[in-house]
């Protein structure tokens, strides 16, 4: 079974400068996607960004990027400038694509506050 | 609606009534999960639509739990005699077909939860 592991479980940052969350999973697979999604207090999550394993080249949307480091299971997600609605809830979360349900593995989560 | 929908946004109950939560999937949006969201867990996968069937169900944490999808559209997540243990935010994703153009296919798209309380 995948596991997915974040070891901050709170976070802050002051607004505009950068910060890093990291995750660590653990998988015997080689092909597999890896997600970050937002939760803020209205409990909507929301994709930030997402990475499939064979592509080498970190993905990047707009202030949000990762560092994917394949050979040792890691997915951190840096967020540069960050602004005061970036306050929420990130979770990770690994899925297996062709495993039948193509369910989402979660992280516990790292809570993050922008400070003005 | 342009996103994934879910009804009621909360929900309040007694110690061994029956509960339905509702979600409608975005149009189109083939495959339908749900999830259990508590404090002590985290998130948990509970069970997996493709199109009216559930090939998975694995993740449902007893025989009161239950779920249905009809016209391929949408699915009702029933928990029978809740338990104090059942309080918990309950979310629904959706995805596109394997195989859709112009979109990832193995994305899921979050609806803004069930917040269920069994006192």
């Known amino acids: 079974a995948q596991t997915v592991t974040q070891s901050q479980p709170e976070m802050s940052v002051q607004e505009a400068e950068t910060v890093t969350l990291s995750c660590t999973y653990d998988?015997?697979?080689?092909?597999?996607?890896l997600f970050w999604y937002k939760q803020p207090p209205s409990r909507q999550m929301i994709l930030v960004i997402r990475q499939e394993a064979y592509k080498q080249q970190n993905a990047t949307e707009n202030r949000f990027s990762v560092n994917f480091q394949k050979a040792a299971k890691s997915f951190s997600l840096k967020i540069s400038d960050s602004q005061l609605g970036d306050t929420a809830m990130y979770f990770c979360a690994f899925m297996r694509p062709g495993a039948g349900s193509y369910q989402l593995t979660f992280g516990k989560g790292t809570k993050l506050s922008v400070i003005p | 609606g342009a996103g994934v929908s879910q009804s009621p946004s909360n929900k309040v109950t007694e110690k061994g009534k029956d509960v339905e939560l509702r979600c409608d999937p975005i149009?189109?949006?083939?495959?339908l999960y749900w999830y259990r969201q508590s404090l002590g867990q985290g998130l948990e996968f509970l069970i997996y639509f493709q199109g009216n069937s559930a090939p998975d169900k694995s993740g449902l944490p007893s025989d009161r739990f239950s779920a249905e999808r009809t016209g391929g559209s949408v699915s009702t997540l029933t928990i029978q005699r809740t338990q104090q243990e059942d309080s918990a935010v309950y979310l629904c994703a959706s995805s596109l077909p394997r195989g859709s153009s112009g979109g990832s296919t193995d994305t899921q798209y979050f609806g803004p939860g069930t917040r269920l309380t069994v006192l």
């Open positions: 149009s189109g949006h083939t495959a």
């Open positions: 998988t015997s697979e080689n092909n597999y996607y």
